[in-house]
C-alpha cells in the first residue's frame, strides 16, 4: 500500500479482534512513527504498550459508558497510551518560543499519524481516543509530572471491514490564497 493509499482509506476503527499483533509487526509500525517529524528534533513522544487485561480495563473505565471506541479498548491486543514529554518541542533554552506554547500536542499528533497510516498499512485496526480523564489515565500508566497523557489508541486486526469514508469538505472550502 502506497502512502496515498493509506492516507486515503484509513478509517477509525472502534471493533476490533483480541488477535495478538505479532511483534514484528508492532516493531514496523513503532518504526515508522519513530520517523515523524518533531520540532527541532525533540521527539518529545512518549508511549505506554498496554496488554494486560486490567490495566486495559482501567483505561477503558476512564472513558464516558457511552463512548463508542471503549469495546476497542478492551478487545485491542495493544493498546497505546500517547504522551509528550512537555517542555521540549517549541522551547529554546529562554522557554517557549511560539504563540502557542508547548508544541507537545503537535508533535505527538505527527507520531500517531504515522503509526496509525502504518498499522493501517499493516491491516491493523486504530482509532484516536482523546475524550477521557487524563489525569486519571497518567496515574494509572505511572506517567512522571513532566509527561502529559495525550491520547488513546487501541490497536488490533478489525473485526469488520472498516466502511466507506465520511463526507470531508472539498478542498475549495478550506483552501485560501494569500489572504483568508
Known sequence: M????AMLTRRSVRKLLDTPIP???LDRILEAARFAPSWANTQCQEIVLVRDPRAKAALADQLSERNPARGAVLAAPVVIVA???KGRAGFKAEGPVTGLGDWLMFDVALFLQNLTLAAHALGYGTVHVGFFNHERVAELIGAPSDVQVVEIVPLGRPAVPPGAAPPRRSVDEF????RF
Open 175 to 178: 483552501v485560501h490564497s494569500e
Open 83 to 85: 504522551c509528550g514529554r
Open 23 to 25: 511483534q514484528e509487526d
Open 2 to 5: 502506497d502512502a496515498f493509499e
